[in-house]
Structures are given as structure tokens and as C-alpha cells.
């Protein structure tokens, strides 16, 4: 079985007590333009295998990052979603923070609903991201990646979203209706921002969600829908860190990685599961 990291963890590290569990989640289901995600959670754990050890001025491979099977997505969508919130739900009850790598977005349901129920408490989203994600449904197919938030925000948790750039009109009506927060590419590009303070209210436990089509295509190319406009490397990950200052991270997840045959943008999305690792 491949391992996160595997090349630098010492046999301590890489134990099951390890304060990172990652989950790999080959999920391919509601792709709508580029395909490939399936592929996204191995390329991530074989690049990361020529990563250092330390990022930034942290070194969190030092608390461990145990590896675990990947999930079968074989089975039909409810079921998937079961299966990961099963996985998440174990790690956080177990004091650990799930990394689940993916996969399509749809995924974030099941991880979110298995941390919430081990959680038991009110915690917020911080979502970076090409597309806001809120459609009702899309395809007719209820637990798409262009519905995910959606189905979240249904379930009362508060979402932040950074870097958005492709919406329609229902999403646009979601935001207002469901009070989602949200600063979008545009806005961040153009103006050079790296650091945006949350509501005062928002929850003090996060789970993050990091598409990596919020990237800028030319930082990000290996993904189903790239969309011109991006967020820079070092932007979309200081959004994160500044959001979790003075917060708690629960989780978060790295998904909608298609390798396209360039290693460069496996090992920038494993670089990126690393850095927010750093960060939690």
C-alpha cells in the first residue's frame, strides 16, 4: 500500500497513533467536464514521496501521518458517502484530524457528515474553490461536486468560500439565503490578498476544503474544470492559515486532482496536503 510521505516518516511517525489519518478516496462519479480524479489520491502519496520534511517553518510530520486504505467507491453514492463518514467520524472520535485526498468534491459530504457526528457541536467550513458548489442538484444527481455545499449548508453547517469564479444564478441566490461568506477571485487577485478575517460569529472549529481548480490554471492545470483568474500558491494557502488563527482545524480535505501525466502538479497538491497539515 502507497503511504503519505513515506520516503522521510520514521516507523513511529507512520503508526496508527499518528495525529494525521489520510484517507484516500478514488471517488469518479460526477465529473461534467475533465475526468481523471480517480486517479488524484495515488498520484498525491506518490509525489509526496519527494517532499521535505519541513514546510514553511513547521515540520508536522513529526505528530505522525498514518496512511490508510483507500475507500471502495465502487458501490453507489449514498453508500460511498457512508463508507467515508465512517472513516472521518473514527479519526476525530480518536482525537486525530482526518486528511482525506480525492477524488471529485462530492466526497467533502461524506467526510463533513462523519466529523460532525463525531464533533457533536456546531463547527464552520472554510472552502477554497474555483465554483461555489450550491446547486441543489446537478445532472439530476443529488450528491454531485457541483451540489456538495449545498447539501452541507442544508445541514446547518456555516460556510466561508474563497476564490470562487464560476456560478450560476441559483448559487448566487444560495449565498444570500443561507448567509455564506465569501470573498471570490476577483476581488482577492486584483487586490493582492492573502489574509481575510472571518466573521466574528463563525465557529471556532473548521474543516477545511481546498479544490485544487481554485488555483490559478496556470499554477493548476491537472483538474477537471480549470477556470482562468485563479488564486496564487502561497495566497490560497495564507487564506487557510490566516482563517484558522485563533480557530481549530477538525479536518480538511484535498480534492478534483487529474493528473494529466505532469508530475509538477501532483507534487504541487501534495505539497499543498502537507502545508495544511502545517497549518492545523
Known amino acids: 500500500m502507497s503511504v ?3 520516503s522521510e516518516l520514521t516507523e513511529i511517525e507512520r503508526s496508527e497513533n499518528a495525529r494525521f489519518r489520510v484517507i484516500p478516496v478514488p471517488l469518479e462519479r460526477t465529473v461534467s467536464y475533465g475526468a481523471g480524479t480517480a486517479n488524484g489520491p495515488n498520484a498525491i502519496i506518490e509525489a509526496s514521496n519527494e517532499l521535505e520534511r519541513i514546510t514553511g517553518h513547521a515540520e508536522p510530520c513529526v505528530e505522525g ?3 490508510e486504505q483507500p475507500i471502495d ?13 465512517n472513516r472521518t467520524e473514527a479519526a476525530v472520535r480518536s482525537g486525530k484530524v482526518p486528511v482525506t485526498l480525492g477524488g471529485e468534491h462530492s466526497l467533502s459530504y461524506g467526510a463533513v457528515m462523519g466529523v460532525a457526528r463525531a ?4 463547527f464552520g467550513m472554510v472552502q477554497i474553490d474555483a465554483h461555489a458548489d450550491l446547486r441543489e442538484a446537478y445532472q439530476g444527481e443529488k450528491h454531485s461536486h457541483a451540489s456538495v455545499m449545498h447539501l452541507l449548508t442544508e445541514k446547518g453547517i456555516r460556510l466561508a468560500q474563497f476564490g470562487v469564479r464560476a456560478f450560476s444564478t441559483e448559487e448566487a441566490k444560495s449565498r444570500l439565503k443561507n448567509n455564506i461568506f465569501h470573498v471570490d477571485a476577483e476581488e482577492l487577485v486584483t ?9 466574528d ?3 471556532e472549529l473548521i474543516y477545511v476544503s481546498f479544490d485544487v481548480d481554485g488555483l490559478d490554471p496556470s499554477l493548476m492545470p491537472a483538474t477537471g474544470t480549470p477556470v482562468p483568474g485563479g488564486l496564487g500558491y502561497y495566497q490560497a494557502l495564507r487564506l487557510v492559515e490566516h482563517s484558522l488563527k485563533g480557530r481549530r482545524c477538525v479536518g480538511f480535505d484535498v480534492v478534483e486532482l487529474a493528473p494529466n501525466g505532469s508530475t509538477a ?3 504541487t497538491a501534495a505539497q499543498i496536503v502537507y502545508r495544511l497539515m502545517a497549518a492545523c
Open 201 to 203: 460569529d463563525f465557529p
Open 65 to 67: 501521518i498514518f496512511t
Open 4 to 6: 503519505f510521505l513515506d
Open 119 to 122: 464533533l457533536g457541536q456546531p
Open 191 to 199: 487586490g493582492n490578498i492573502h489574509a481575510v478575517d472571518l466573521p
Open 265 to 267: 502538479w501532483d507534487f
Open 73 to 85: 467507491c465502487d458501490a453507489d453514492l449514498p453508500t460511498v458517502m457512508e463508507n467515508i463518514a
